[in-house]
């Protein structure tokens, strides 16, 4: 079935980088925006930025900018988010999701389909 | 940047109907977009467009807007509907923003 799998937890020093992945499967991967969002614990959802597959155009939030970089291939259909100078405050799940649009205006039809999370804790 | 405002949260009976405000300045002219979770799942994609329920979503679930103001409603509200609920909308740019999430308590 449609869906979206992330890579496995990670556990990083502050200052270093960090680079999750996100395998999309069963539909058309250059088709949907892919968004980066994340979760600190106990905390509500925070959106980090979007990948278009199609092209590789990004969107970052501008808390992050200067620190996130987005990629995909679409050889094998999986985008990436890399975090860079990592602090204790980025600990959280990250979770990628696709989302349908329309391009001209940008539109989008909402986070349909979402990736199981990756937990990342950033400690010394 | 903007913001979109909702309450910490809302408390209902079994039964009765739960009205969960997001407030902003992109309403009316950007769509919102309303997402429930659950402890330890990933958020699930409830309305799009302001109105528009997502297949598979039940009927009791419905959307609204109204000026700057969007509104998920949850007629007859059951136990397994206590979860999480955020808003969501985008600008022309396409950047993204969340509402800080509402807890909706079923007592």
């Known amino acids: 079935q449609v869906q979206l799998v992330q890579s496995g937890a990670e556990v990083k020093k502050p200052g270093a980088s960090v680079k999750v992945s996100c395998k999309a499967s069963?539909?058309?991967?250059?088709?949907?925006?892919l968004h980066w969002v994340r979760q600190a614990p106990g905390q509500g959802l925070e959106w980090m930025g979007w990948?278009?597959?199609?092209?590789?155009?990004?969107n970052y939030a501008q808390k992050f900018q200067g620190r996130v970089t987005m990629t995909r291939d679409t050889s094998i259909n999986t985008a990436y988010m890399e975090l860079s100078r990592l602090k204790s405050d980025d600990t959280a799940v990250y979770y990628c999701?696709?989302?349908?649009?329309?391009?001209?205006?940008?539109?989008?039809?909402?986070?349909?389909?979402w990736g199981q999370g990756t937990t990342v804790t950033v400690s010394s | 940047s903007y913001e979109l405002t909702q309450p910490p949260s809302v408390s209902v009976s079994p039964g009765q109907t739960a009205r969960i405000p997001c407030s902003g300045d992109?309403?009316?002219?950007?769509?919102g977009y309303w997402y429930q979770q659950k402890p330890g799942q990933a958020p699930v994609l409830v309305i799009y467009?302001?109105?528009e329920r997502l297949s598979g979503i039940p009927e009791r679930f419905s959307g609204s807007s109204s000026g700057t103001t969007v509104t998920l409603t949850v007629s007859g509200v059951q136990a397994e509907d206590e979860a999480d609920y955020y808003c969501?909308?985008?600008?022309?740019?396409?950047?993204?923003?969340f509402g800080g999430g509402t807890k909706l308590t079923v007592l």
């Open positions: 999701s696709r989302d349908p649009y329309s391009a001209f205006p940008l539109t989008f039809y909402g986070m349909d389909v």
């Open positions: 069963e539909y058309t991967f250059t088709g949907y925006y």
């Open positions: 990948i278009n597959p199609n092209g590789g155009g990004t």
């Open positions: 992109a309403f009316p002219k950007q769509y």
């Open positions: 467009k302001d109105s």
């Open positions: 969501q909308s985008a600008d022309s740019s396409g950047t993204v923003v």
